[in-house]
């Protein structure tokens, strides 16, 4: 999923309103998807960036080298930094896995100064077209693939985070959907990393005896090329971003 991370980040920082200066949390940064938007975007700007994740963590230290950016291991339920410390607050593609995002949204609140802006992202759901066809497909060929699909997540449908945003006592609550267009330059591109072994989809595949992945990658081919000449393949995938504002 880290492909679209990069393409979301534009349309997530043109709808949360991102400043030219200021300094910028960015909650469960990753390698840095919405740093690098954000470096590109300003070069007045301070970026600090903060995952759970230490190997994230080192790599987009090695990334990002000058002193406007700094990456700190910490999780967003309780955030390290000083009250008030921040222009703005963001975090992109996270929310839906934060045991309380309640507990974050309140810690993104208190570490912005009033009248900064905080807001957050996540895939909608069922909003990947990718995903959702692959799980068709799956489930077509082995109705016991059914067990296997992800559940919903939290904060992934319409309202969830404008409640959570509205239960932080931010003002001005907007929420939006981002719609993105998720672009394979070929069959092979849209296949191969569900072959990683990497999330439910990945797992799945490994799961599955050869004649069956086949069948499998045979089905989504014809689902997604019919009889097409390889070529690109557009799909679409659908976001939910909150933004609110701190209270003066
Ligand atoms: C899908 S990735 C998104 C990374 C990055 N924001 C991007 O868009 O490329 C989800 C990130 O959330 C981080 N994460 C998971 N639980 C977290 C928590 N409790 N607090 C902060 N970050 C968390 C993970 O380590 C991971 O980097």
């Known amino acids: ?102 507990m974050a949204a309140s810690e993104m609140r208190r570490v912005t100064r009033p009248d900064g802006t905080v807001a957050t992202c996540t895939w909608a759901h069922p909003g990947l077209e990718m995903a959702a066809i692959f799980w068709e497909e799956a489930v077509r060929i082995d109705p016991h693939a059914k067990t296997r699909k992800p559940e919903s997540r939290p904060c992934t449908r319409p309202g969830q985070l404008t409640e959570i945003w509205l239960a932080a006592g931010f003002e001005a609550v907007e929420e939006t959907t981002l719609d993105l267009p998720t672009i394979f330059g070929s069959f092979d591109d849209y296949w191969i990393p569900f072959t990683s072994g990497a999330g439910p989809a990945g797992v799945y595949v490994e799961t599955l005896s050869p004649d069956h992945r086949q069948a499998l990658r045979e089905g989504l081919r014809k689902r997604l090329r019919g009889h097409r000449e390889d070529g690109p393949i557009s799909l679409k995938a659908t976001a939910l971003a909150v933004r609110g504002t701190v209270p003066s």
């Not at 700007?45 to 406007?68: E, H, L």
């Open 1 to 102: 999923m880290g492909r679209w991370s990069a393409r979301l980040a534009p349309l997530f920082a043109g709808f949360a309103r991102v400043g030219g200066d200021g300094r910028v949390l960015d909650v469960g940064c990753g390698t840095g998807a919405l740093v690098k938007f954000l470096a590109d975007a300003s070069d007045r700007s301070i970026i600090v960036g903060i995952d759970p994740s230490q190997p994230f963590i080192d790599y987009a230290r090695s990334r990002f080298t000058c002193p406007r950016f700094s990456f700190d291991v910490g999780d967003a339920m309780e955030l390290p930094y000083p009250s008030h410390s921040f222009d703005q607050s963001l975090s992109l593609l996270v929310f839906m896995h934060i045991p309380q995002p309640e």
